[in-house]
């Protein structure tokens, strides 16, 4: 009998239309109601479980999955005292390797946490009182890319290509939008302020409608009706080049 070499038996299933086990299934499933890692994290309801590899069928713990299950952000919650706690995020890729672990303060605030469409940014924010702390991490570069204090309780919107952000932003002791920003988390300074409202307006209903392009309703504080407007991200100008008559 003719035993088939790597490169036939992929050709095979290729022509076959079957599918490879690595591109089989989401990575992750998610599992409710699982146990929270302690007494006083009622918060903490939801599992991630995953689904492929040499680990498969292990619980990870408490987290969000990301869009096509190629990585997950998990809860780690850690108590010191009576009043004092902290919260951690443990990000793992694909078969559930560990890739790093983020800070995300004390486990008494309400954390709010998502994912870019691709993956590769995971951001979190931290409400308080105050309003809220917004984070972004990029897992490619494994790092921290983004820290925006803003006084609303508003969550920043990712682009469908994912490495930019829309970002509400307001005045501190007021609840409305006044401002909007695009910031391109993968060009450092890049915030820009695409729409802005007149000290008696606000804006709502903030939304993507093309990869540098964001929408949102402009009206009166406390109207019902109001008119729709548009503002693009535009990409900064490259540096000017060397002067080449310049001495050195």
């Avoid at 299933?13 to 690595?22: D, E, K, Q, R, V």
């Avoid at 790092?143 to 307001?170: C, D, N, T, Y």
Wanted: aromatic letters at 6%; glycine letters at 12%; one cysteine or more.
């Amino acid at each position: 009998m003719r035993i088939l070499s790597l490169a036939s038996f992929l050709a095979l299933f290729l022509a076959l239309g079957l599918p490879l086990a690595a591109h089989a299934a989401p990575a992750y499933v998610e599992v409710k109601d699982c146990r929270p890692p302690s007494e006083e994290g009622e918060f903490l309801q939801t599992c991630v479980k995953l689904n492929v590899g040499r680990r498969a069928g292990r619980v990870l713990g408490p987290g969000w999955v990301a869009p096509g299950g190629q990585a997950a952000a998990v809860l780690q919650h850690r108590q010191y005292g009576a009043t004092s706690d902290r919260v951690a995020l443990r990000v793992h890729g694909p078969t559930g390797r560990f890739e790093g672990t983020y800070s995300m303060g004390s486990g008494g605030e309400e954390h709010a946490v998502f994912w870019s469409a691709a993956g590769r940014f995971l951001a979190w924010v931290e409400v308080d009182g105050r309003g809220g702390l917004l984070r972004v991490v990029d897992r490619q570069r494994r790092r921290q890319v983004l820290s925006v204090v803003s006084p609303l309780e508003e969550w920043p919107i990712f682009a469908p290509s994912g490495s930019k952000l829309l970002l509400p932003v307001g005045r501190p002791g007021d609840d409305r939008t006044r401002e909007l920003c695009i910031i391109d988390l993968l060009v450092k300074g890049s915030r820009q302020t695409v729409l802005q409202a007149m000290p008696d307006e606000e804006l709502t209903q903030p939304r993507w409608i093309a990869p540098n392009t964001v929408q949102a309703v402009r009206r009166k504080v406390g109207g019902q009706k109001g008119k729709t407007v548009q503002g693009s991200f535009r990409a900064p100008p490259p540096p000017p080049p060397p002067d080449e008559g310049q001495a050195e």
